[in-house]
């Protein structure tokens, strides 16, 4: 089981909206062509979590195992697009 913590854009209004959080038993990510769209669908259910520099969608999305430990984060980074860290393997 994973969790999967999703942080709004600064601009996003309501304070309670900015961050969500999401379990999964999986997921996988993508990146769109020239890095400025990205991103995680959580599994079995098939959600798409999206990250862009658009405030409708997320500014960085991480995934922790149920331990807590960090796996990754997809981040929107401005003019750098949107970019994958993992910091360990799931």
Do not use: Q
């Amino acid at each position: 089981m994973l969790r999967i913590v999703a942080d709004h854009h600064r601009e996003t209004r309501d304070a309670a909206l900015r961050r969500e959080r999401f379990v999964a038993d999986d997921f996988s990510y993508s990146i769109a062509e020239r890095s400025r769209h990205g991103s995680v669908r959580l599994e079995p259910e098939g959600r798409e979590l999206e990250v862009s520099g658009a405030v409708e969608h997320y500014a960085r999305i991480r995934v922790f195992d149920m331990n807590g430990a960090l796996i990754g984060t997809l981040a929107w980074l401005g003019n750098e697009g949107v970019r994958w860290t993992a910091l360990r393997r799931a």
